[in-house]
Nanobody
């Protein structure tokens, strides 16, 4: 069974940076792709970034392109989301999702990111 744990959230001023971590344990070798989602106040959960395991393909939501960077450390079974030039509209709970090759999802508990002056 796959377990996902996020960390690294916090409060930052506009223009600041944060790095989120997503540690995957259990059957981490069976993970096909890892995604970061976020859900802001009153909003639907939206996909922020995705990285595939086999070839490392990456995609971003248009709203974060050029500001966020997703990466992975295979040795640590950890995926990171480096967030720069943060804006108040980036305020949300950020969730990590790991999907295996059978399409089964594992979700973390979420980590709060607050961007405010």
């Amino acid at each position: 069974q796959v377990r996902v744990v996020e960390s690294g959230g916090g409060s930052v001023q506009p223009g600041g940076s944060l790095t989120l971590s997503c540690a995957v344990s259990g059957s981490a070798f069976a993970i096909a792709a890892t995604r970061w989602y976020r859900q802001g106040p009153g909003n639907r959960r939206e996909l922020v970034a995705v990285i595939t395991t086999i070839d490392g393909s990456i995609n971003y939501a248009e709203s974060v392109k050029g500001r966020f960077t997703i990466s992975r450390d295979n040795a640590k079974n950890t995926v990171y989301l480096q967030m720069n030039s943060l804006k108040p509209e980036d305020t949300a709970v950020y969730y990590c999702n790991a999907r295996d090759f059978e399409g089964i999802d594992a979700w973390g508990q979420g980590t709060q990111v607050t961007v405010s002056s």
